[in-house]
């Protein structure tokens, strides 16, 4: 005996036990390419946020190093707390300010190290920042 609806089950069957191992695979390979883009963004995102808190400090820094009258010592030194307390690898002396009655300029140039356990590779970052006197 043949029932009609047997043949369409015995294919429907056979086309899912064929496809079961592509999707294994693909779940797999999109895994893979999730975790390793979790593991850049930890390494290559913070390096980016010290940057721009930095630049915003050294833009705070030169605004109100006019009004405030600071030194070069004074503003090198708050500079440089801000550095440490971003960990970023520079040093006091790297630090450049330029002060006068009409402008304060102040710039940093360094380098942070970056190990991608494959890869390894260095990030130039320089900010910099000036502001002038509107007297």
């Known amino acids: ?24 695979l693909k779940a797999i390979v999109f895994t893979a390419i999730i975790v390793v883009g979790i593991f850049l963004a930890f390494k290559l995102v913070p390096p980016y946020v010290a940057e721009y ?12 190093g006019i009004v405030n009258r600071y030194s ?10 801000v550095v440490q307390d971003l960990d970023i690898p520079a040093k006091r002396e790297d630090i450049k300010v330029s002060v006068s009655q009409a402008l304060v ?3 940093l140039e360094y380098t942070v190290p970056v190990d991608l356990l494959v890869y ?16």
Do not use: Y
């Open 1 to 24: 005996m043949h029932f009609a609806g047997t043949h369409k089950r015995n294919s429907i069957t056979q086309r899912r036990c064929s496809q079961r191992g592509e999707g294994k």
């Open 53 to 64: 808190q930095l630049q915003d400090k050294m833009q705070e820094m030169a605004r109100f």
């Open 105 to 107: 300029k102040v710039s």
């Open 72 to 81: 070069e010592e004074q503003i090198r030194d708050n500079m440089f707390k």
């Open 120 to 135: 390894s590779t260095e990030l130039h970052f320089s900010p910099s920042s000036e502001n002038k006197s509107i007297m």
